[in-house]
């Protein structure tokens, strides 16, 4: 995973210095930038670390930026900032995701708490999304008949009435659940509906009586 970066927008660019100076103190790296579209010229959405935020902004603001990355799918943790008491507009962005709001003038003490949990949150997610994709490429590996076979078997379907739900014989159907778990490196039948549920490929049992 790589390093994680505190990227901190805020158009007074000498309060932005200020931070980046007291996060590399703490040994974090430490990026700034003078407004929202500076910072989205500049970062992917796959960026690992947090994101210090100003509510206001000359162009785009805060919330508007937040808007963007939500729409890119970034998972970057986002403090916000603000010296104007404007309660509503942080209470929008608490809403939409953001995990703290920091009132200017900042106090380290509490920022540093805030960044921490941040960067926290950042690995977990981050970690979250690689073993997503690892899961991703073992449901690639199964054929559209091993995938049918997958969503009886997560409903609790034995092998004979599988077979029977597909027209096919207990024993193929038998050989096919083989393949199936073999793909997916799992040794059960739980260990297998637990890793569909992980990656949504789970199907609800059928309503009673259907």
């Known amino acids: 995973m790589d390093k994680a970066v505190v990227h901190i927008v805020d158009d007074n660019i000498d309060l932005a210095q200020v931070i980046a100076h007291m996060m590399r103190s703490e040994g974090l790296e430490a ?27 000359p162009t785009m603001s805060g919330l508007e930026l937040q808007e963007a990355l939500i729409s890119s799918h970034s998972i970057l943790p986002i403090i916000f900032m603000s010296g104007d008491g404007d309660v509503s507009s942080a209470t929008s962005g608490l809403k939409a995701g953001a995990i703290d709001f920091i009132e200017k003038p900042v106090h380290e003490a509490s920022l540093m708490a805030a960044v921490k949990e941040a960067i926290r949150r950042s690995e977990v997610s981050h970690q979250e999304r690689e073993r997503q994709a690892e899961r991703a490429k073992l449901f690639a590996r199964l054929t559209n008949r091993e995938n049918e076979i997958l969503c009886l078997m997560t409903q609790g379907l034995s092998a004979k009435e599988i077979g029977k739900k597909l027209t096919i014989s207990p024993r193929t159907a038998e050989i096919h659940r083989a393949r199936v778990m073999e793909k997916l490196c799992v040794g059960s039948a739980a260990e297998l509906v637990t890793l569909a549920i992980s990656f949504g490929a789970a199907q609800p049992p059928p309503p009673l009586g259907s």
Do not use: N
């Open 31 to 57: 990026k700034s930038y003078r407004s929202a579209e500076e910072f989205l010229a500049a970062v992917t959405p796959e960026e690992h670390g947090c994101l210090l935020l100003d509510l206001r902004m």
